[in-house]
């Protein structure tokens, strides 16, 4: 059994036009600074596990952390867990305290920068 393959040579005018050339990458011709054209590097192309990019507790990567973390928004909890019925017991002594000084009769002044006139001041 014999198989022709038939190769039919074809000339075509090529376009210099830069549309059929795009890059692989985003370019843009007005970047920030000077000699800035390249790949560009989009927050949302970055994985949490590359370089540390994003810490682990990123709320963009919520689904792949621990069960466990799933709720965590870094505050100290008020209270313990009670191991033996499961409920959240609340402790007076882990609430925290908000220290203010007291400002009465303290007169705030706004800030001034030192570019103006000393007339202001007065």
Not at 23 to 34: E, H, L, R, V, Y
Not at 52 to 72: G, M
């Amino acid at each position: 059994m014999l198989a022709s393959v038939v190769l039919v040579s074809t000339r075509g005018v090529r376009s210099l036009n830069p549309h059929y050339f795009r890059p692989p990458w985003p370019i843009f011709s007005k970047a920030k600074g000077w000699r800035k054209r390249g790949p560009t590097i989009h927050e949302r192309h970055q994985l949490p596990g590359q370089d540390r990019e994003f810490p682990e507790l990123s709320p963009k990567f919520k689904k792949e952390n621990p069960k466990e973390l799933h709720h965590y928004t870094g505050t100290q909890p008020v209270g313990f867990v009670d191991p033996i019925t499961g409920e959240f017991v609340h402790v007076e002594e882990m609430y925290p305290e908000l220290v203010v000084p007291d400002l009465r009769g303290f007169r705030l002044r706004p800030y001034v920068s030192y570019r103006t006139d000393f007339e202001i001041e007065k």
